[in-house]
């Protein structure tokens, strides 16, 4: 024990000097006028040379793999403030706790103070992210590949309850996880035209010009496994113009044209997801998915050839995931690389092409299928437009060698929609290219099978499988909710962080007045967090002793955020008629962005803030009802809504959502849930059982049913009174002082179509409501459920998940590192001739 109190006091000695040093020397100020920023930079740039060394030895041993690296391509990487989870990884959180107190600074304000990386948009990004803590945390070679967006998705704010798009400058306070390694430069290429010829051996051969040329420049994050000495690598690019300034044109007195190509080629990678209402929009779409993938393609053709004569084992070396159809370009892009530039012939070059990719499918929507114009996609990419015109040719052979004279079949698997405006079908494209597809949830898999991709799981029954999704409990259990944390570490031990089955040994507590007891502070005490911090912003004093039924999520009419507005009137008309009703007080929490360009979603947000107006504004039944539409939600929001959660809303019509990851992260922290048989709501019900999961509303085979036997919204509306009422109140403008207009698109649109079935599931939603409200007046018996749904979340860890990819699709297992280099030898500083590794081996 002394030896172990001498070895941590050298250690947080050893922390305090470094803070005063990188102070100094990094950030160039003394502690008198250093800003929380130098102090936040400091702290984190101690942090990060305290992982140097795992870093430095994982990409050694990335580099002399043998076995395959798992290359994860994403248009997002929603990956969070990274300080909290790196010292947690790290097994350096005490320890910083400690040497910051003892220099005087809070560590929980810099934490707090860090600014969030804008790179993701919602769950696609944030499964991405939780991916890569468990590639790392199973000591899974791999690497992340992305966009660096220089702006993000965007900051929300409020402004007359109308949702606001502000600039997301993340990087701007200075980022101290990355860097930059401009020798790993790419040329990317854009438009242009090709040209055929025959080579020495008498082979076809194209040659693509490209119109432009842009720069992608390589920074590297380290992703951090749990207490492991894997420490994996999120790659993004930025693009930059070959030249960004041009002397002879501002000489002349074109400024502009001085900068044109620097501000044409940056635009790339500006922001995520730009508005593609407009033709630009989806040109400049295009460009980012395009440039990614060919940079990241490039990439791993590097790597490969540093330890291989050619590319013909390429795909024994390298895995690469397609994190749904945003980077389905890819595919044909190492077809290109294969055959222009390295020479292979078609046959071999696509049987490694197939046997690279794998692809996940995120959606059922037809809507959210991407599809590119033929006429762009050959502007802008014309040779990769050529190539896929082969794929598809070849393909629609084989097809109708599988099925004669069955012209339609031949027509829905084509790449090429030729209905209307001719069309790229990238889902079609992804499916044909990779050698697995999966689902994300049980459902989800079926209904691919039976409906989205039934003619691919005809034509190969063995190529789609079902991985479920997953979220990591180090980020959304250990980090966001320490107190939850520390009981279940108490009782249990803290192996269950790392092997989250082990959590179903709080079920031989359930029964434990103390512990229950313990459960329920636990859970007001992050309530009480969060009351205290929105009451200083909005001035409302929030009760932390009600219910928080929170619905959390991207706003998009599919997930049905109005019908839990529909459920809040419904109470506040009959709170309104009978201030007796005998119901928990609640307070209901909103929070989720709406794409620039969707007005649906965006006037779903000024409902939900007008309501929230009037509700919190009326003193009979203030105190009764409240409503927080939390602004700018995010990962960092996200660490304190889904502890304080007891009542989580997963309410999508059955069949449209994919699979969900947020009905998981409230469940994992003791939050019941509220929800349809929808993407993993399905499979979440079935580990906590029936009698811990509030079920409403109609299965996938209802929904077809009623649409087939033909809907009709408005006879639902004239037939139930409650309804009516609460339509009627937004339809007159009681939320919207007088003011008939503003909500008459949404009325109307529900009234007249309602195209997910939101009256439909209204009566049901309703009714579960009410026995929601009469569970939660009985505190032991909510406790015990809460208890058993965080003791049976086991399965939704996405250590299991990437286990499954692993075994189903990728077929490796993990490698775990050994720490051979130091940074100088013992004898010294000795410098290697130009092109040798400047470290040294341990073993050697």
């Not at 590119?372 to 996609?377: A, F, G, K, R, T």
């Not at 955020?561 to 007080?585: S, V």
């Not at 599931?761 to 009469?774: H, K, L, M, P």
Request: hydrophobic share 40%; glycine share 6%.
């Amino acid at each position: 024990m002394p030896k172990k109190n001498a070895i941590e006091r050298e250690t947080v000695d050893k922390l305090k000097r470094a803070f005063a040093y990188k102070l100094f020397f990094q950030q160039g100020v003394l502690p008198l006028n250093a800003s929380l920023n130098d102090y936040y930079l400091a702290v984190s740039y101690t942090l990060r040379d305290r992982m140097q060394r795992l870093f430095i030895n994982s990409m050694a041993a990335l580099r002399e793999s043998r076995g395959r690296i798992i290359c994860y391509l994403s248009a997002e990487f929603l990956m969070g403030p990274h300080l909290l989870n790196n010292l947690i990884n790290l097994g350096l959180h005490d320890a910083f706790v400690q040497a910051t107190g003892e220099t005087g600074l809070d560590l929980q304000q810099i934490i707090d103070h860090e600014e969030e990386p804008g790179l993701g948009n919602g769950g696609l990004g944030r499964l991405a992210a939780c991916y890569l803590d468990s590639l790392a945390s199973l000591e899974i070679p791999a690497i992340g590949y992305g966009i660096r967006y220089e702006f993000g998705m965007f900051d929300q704010a409020f402004e007359n309850g109308w949702q606001k798009e502000l600039s997301d400058r993340w990087l701007q306070p200075g980022n101290p996880w990355e860097f930059k390694k401009a020798d790993f430069t790419v040329a990317v290429g854009f438009g242009g035209h090709t040209t055929a010829t025959t080579d020495d051996r008498g082979c076809y051969r194209v040659h693509w010009h490209p119109g432009r040329v842009v720069k992608g420049i390589p920074y590297d994050t380290p992703i951090p496994g749990y207490k492991v000495n894997t420490v994996n690598i999120l790659r993004l690019w930025s693009a930059e113009a070959p030249k960004s300034f041009d002397f002879k044109e501002f000489n002349v007195g074109d400024y502009f044209g001085a900068v044109e190509e620097k501000v044409l080629a940056e635009n790339i990678t500006k922001v995520l997801y730009p508005n593609d209402e407009q033709f630009q929009g989806k040109v400049l779409r295009l460009r980012q998915q395009y440039f990614f993938v060919a940079c990241s393609m490039h990439d791993m053709i590097r790597l490969h050839l540093l330890q291989n004569a050619n590319l013909d084992t390429f795909h024994r070396h390298f895995a690469v995931q397609l994190n749904d159809t945003h980077p389905a370009i890819a595919i044909p892009e190492l077809m290109r690389l294969l055959i222009d530039v390295h020479h292979y012939d078609w046959t071999p070059a696509w049987k490694i092409t197939a046997a690279t990719f794998a692809y996940t499918n995120h959606t059922l929507l037809p809507e959210a299928m991407e599809k590119w114009p033929v006429s762009l996609l050959g502007e802008l990419l014309p040779r990769h437009l050529e190539i896929i015109l082969e794929i598809n040719h070849r393909f629609l052979d084989q097809v109708r060698c599988q099925f004669p004279g069955d012209e339609e079949i031949v027509r829905r698997l084509s790449i090429i929609d030729e209905s209307g405006e001719r069309s790229v079908r990238m889902a079609n494209l992804a499916c044909i290219g990779s050698h697995k597809i999966n689902g994300v949830a049980e459902l989800h898999t079926r209904l691919l099978k039976e409906y989205t991709l039934t003619d691919f799981h005809r034509l190969w029954p063995e190529k789609l499988v079902n991985i479920t999704n997953g979220v990591t409990p180090r980020r959304w259990i250990a980090l966001s909710n320490p107190g939850l944390s520390e009981l279940i570490a108490s009782a249990i031990g803290e192996s269950w962080i790392t092997n989250l089955d082990q959590l179903r040994d709080l079920e031989a507590l359930v029964d434990d007045p103390a512990f229950r007891e313990q459960w329920r502070q636990v859970k007001l005490a992050n309530k009480h967090k969060v009351c205290s911090f929105y009451a200083q912003d909005s001035c409302i004093l929030f009760n932390p002793e009600a219910m928080f039924d929170v619905q959390v999520k991207r706003i998009h009419e599919y997930k049905r955020q109005h019908l839990n507005l529909l459920h809040i009137i419904t109470l506040y008309h009959q709170l309104k008629n009978n201030p007796r009703l005998d119901i928990p007080p609640r307070v209901f929490v909103f929070g989720g962005k709406a794409a620039p360009g969707y007005f649906m979603a965006k006037l779903i947000i000024k409902l939900i803030n007008s309501v929230a107006e009037v509700v919190n504004g009326d003193p009979e039944v203030n105190g009764r009802l409240q409503i927080l539409f939390v602004p700018n939600f995010n990962v960092q929001i996200g660490h304190f809504v889904y502890p304080m959660a007891d009542l989580s809303e997963q309410i999508s019509l059955a069949g449209k959502e994919a699979s969900g990851t947020g009905n998981m992260k409230f469940s994992m922290n003791g939050a019941l849930t509220i929800g349809t048989l929808d993407g993993a709501n399905v499979e979440i019900r079935e580990e906590v059982g029936d009698e811990n999961f509030f079920l409403f509303g109609m299965n996938v085979e209802e929904v077809q049913a009623l649409w087939d036997a033909g809907y009709h919204p408005r006879s639902i509306f004239d037939e139930n009174e409650n309804l009516r009422a609460a339509v009627n109140l937004i339809a007159t403008g009681h939320f919207s002082h007088g003011d008939r207009e503003l909500f008459r698109p949404l009325v109307d649109s529900l009234l007249n179509h309602d195209p997910y079935m939101v009256f439909a599931d209204y009566q049901a939603y309703i009714d579960c409501q009410q026995r929601v409200g009469a569970v939660f007046l009985d505190q032991e018996q909510w406790t015990r459920m809460s208890i058993l749904n965080v003791s049976r979340m086991g399965k939704f860890s996405s250590d299991r998940a990437i286990t499954e990819y692993c075994e189903k699709i990728w077929q490796v297992k993990g490698a775990p590192v050994d720490l051979k280099w130091e940074c100088l030898p013992k004898e010294g500083i000795v410098f290697p001739q130009h092109g040798a590794p400047f470290m040294t081996s341990s073993s050697q």
